[in-house]
């Protein structure tokens, strides 16, 4: 009895601790965004009773912030778009429809989940350079794509094939059109694989700083985890302002994170977990 | 005559839909990654293509003075993979563990858990960066608050701390996806297992190492494979923090740094070595692959079907 209290009791602890590890940093980060960056030498923990949100507005008017932050917008909006419509329209294909080819082509979209997209970057960055994508969104938002079509090409069609092939015969007699059919009666039934796959694609586009770094040159063109290499640089000594963007940065997912923590879960673990 | 409209129509959707997603996958990943593995065998000067060379890229990146680098970052690879498996697994598997003996707020503990895994890595760094900054950060103040100025090092500014802080910036950041693929993989296992060992009076610690631990197979062979593949890729981290050339002084250099600078110039210099940097990709490329391949391969094995 007492040993299955203590070990209830420790797995508890092992819980709390974690918690604490984890919450206090972004606390902190939180926090230190809206205190001066003088009172910091005297005591970096005191809590900002008085928020200083100059910080904020510092980091608005000054920084390229408000340009790097519609960048990513423009980038992960416009990457998520093209992937869902393309995975919606190869999944239904590759899901539903029988036909030769089939398996060859489901097999060739599985072979670009091997290639890590690190290891092409030299060919691309020549082949966009060739292709005057340098230093475009639209050329970062087809390597994006390209990266993410992939897995959510597999999921898609996973979802499609799994829902009963009556729904299509019962449609067709009722005299449904296939983009009918696609359209009126199958999207509904597969959106928690559109949402699976949003997360799974969009999260890593919006953090990733990478392709960027090597494709992106000029400052109007850059993303925000991009941009805050630049301005971690240029406000190393100013902890406040320094705080206030990487909380700019952080926050909008944090808050969608808190909203859909079952979604994103599941999107983020999407292809490590099996069923 | 309905059928064969039908048919046509279904002909023209399989064109129109699989096109777009075949011909991005096809120019913006195949090809790159077909012609990456040609790079490595021609000579180069900057980004201009020269004649065939066979293996000699491979040949000058195995002599001085790329081989010492090399060798320094394939150890720092092979050092951070250990560490992180060892780490995250059992770290990973004690969180799973104690969220799966929770009857309420679970839902919370797991949200908590996983936080970290949805920041940047360019946050992530950052963050760590100024809470360990030696002289103004917080961390070092509470080490010499509580008495152990000795223990206020600069982490990540000193040659035998910076790799191990990274790793524990890593876990930070990371800890939450395996314990929540080890706790989907718990919650996988079939409950009579259990309470059959719990009738026949094996102890909690009894079930979990005689029935959830081997039952968790599948799960370990993912993570390790994950593991596998992100420690020999390792890259963003390393470079937010060290820079491209994995300061201080190389101490937390990688082999992907290193086929960056290779790639696209350093801080110091901006002459690359395209050919020396694709054959180092290749490497790369070859490690992964079959490091990935064998090991997933050797983990099947042991798994047990439930």
């Not at chain 1, 082949?127 to 390597?143: P, R, T």
């Not at chain 2, 309470?195 to 009076?201: F, K, S, V």
């Not at chain 2, 094996?202 to 993912?222: C, H, V, W």
Request: net charge positive.
């Amino acid at each position: 009895m007492i040993a299955a209290l203590t070990s209830k009791l420790f797995f508890r602890a092992i819980l709390v601790i974690n918690a604490i590890m984890v919450i206090t940093p972004v606390f902190f980060l939180f926090n230190s965004a809206l205190r001066e960056t003088n009172s910091f030498a005297s005591n970096p923990f005191s809590l900002a009773r008085h928020p200083y949100w100059q910080n904020f507005q510092q980091v608005w008017s000054d920084g390229e912030f408000a340009t790097y932050l519609k960048n990513s917008i423009v980038v992960t909006g416009g990457s998520l778009i093209v992937i869902l419509v393309c995975a919606i329209g190869a999944g239904f294909v590759l899901g539903r429809y029988q036909f030769k080819g089939n398996a060859l082509i489901f097999g060739f979209v599985l072979t670009g989940m091997l290639v890590p997209a690190k290891l092409a970057i030299l060919p691309l960055f020549l082949q966009l350079k060739w292709m005057n994508l340098l230093d475009s969104h639209i050329g970062l938002i087809l390597v994006y794509t390209s990266g993410a079509l992939p897995a959510a090409v597999f999921i898609m069609s996973g979802f499609f094939r799994s829902l009963p092939m009556d729904l299509d015969s019962a449609a067709r007699i009722d005299g449904a059109s296939e983009s009918q059919l696609l359209r009126l009666i199958l999207m509904p039934l597969v959106r928690p694989g559109l949402a699976i796959v949003a997360i799974y694609s969009a999260i890593p586009i919006w953090n990733d700083f990478f392709l960027p770094l090597v494709f992106l040159q000029s400052p109007e063109n850059k993303t925000i985890m991009q941009g805050l290499t630049v301005f971690f640089g240029q406000y190393s000594s100013q902890w406040g302002v320094l705080f206030a963007g990487l909380t700019m940065a952080a926050l909008p997912l944090i808050a969608l994170y808190l909203v859909l923590s079952e979604q994103f879960i599941k999107g983020l673990t999407a292809g490590a977990v099996k069923g | 005559m309905a059928a064969s409209s039908l048919k046509s129509e279904q002909r023209k959707f399989i064109v129109l839909f699989l096109t777009p997603a075949l011909a991005t996958i096809l120019v913006f990943t195949t090809i790159p990654a077909l012609t990456t593995l040609s790079y490595a065998f021609f000579k180069w000067d900057g980004f201009v293509r020269g004649g065939f060379a066979g293996f000699e890229n491979f040949k000058r990146l195995f002599s001085f003075p790329f081989r010492g680098q090399f060798l320094l970052a394939l150890q720092h690879n092979i050092l951070v993979f250990v560490a992180v498996m060892i780490l995250q697994t059992s770290i990973g598997i004690l969180i799973a563990y104690s969220l799966f003996q929770l009857k309420r707020r679970q839902r919370f503990f797991r949200t908590v858990t996983f936080l970290p895994v949805i920041f940047s890595l360019v946050v992530v760094g950052y963050m760590w960066q100024v809470l360990l900054d030696p002289y103004y950060g917080p961390i070092n103040r509470v080490i010499t608050n509580l008495g152990f100025e000795s223990l206020a090092k600069p982490w990540l500014g000193s040659m035998s701390t910076a790799l191990p802080t990274l790793v524990f910036i890593n876990l930070w950041r990371w800890v939450g996806f395996p314990a929540i693929i080890f706790l989907s993989g718990l919650n996988a296992i079939n409950q009579e297992f259990i309470e059959a060992a719990r009738i026949d009076g094996a102890s909690e610690g009894q079930i979990f190492r005689k029935i959830m631990f081997p039952l968790l197979a599948p799960s370990m062979t993912i993570i390790s494979v994950l593991t596998f593949i992100g420690a020999f890729e390792w890259f963003d981290l390393p470079f937010v923090i060290g820079g491209s050339n994995g300061n201080p002084a190389g101490a937390t250099d990688t082999l992907a740094l290193m086929f960056y600078r290779l790639s696209f110039g350093s801080v110091d210099s901006n002459a690359n070595e395209i050919g020396i940097g694709s054959s180092l990709g290749v490497l790369i490329f070859v490690i992964v692959g079959v490091g990935a391949g064998i090991g997933q391969h050797l983990l099947r094995k042991r798994e047990v079907d439930q």
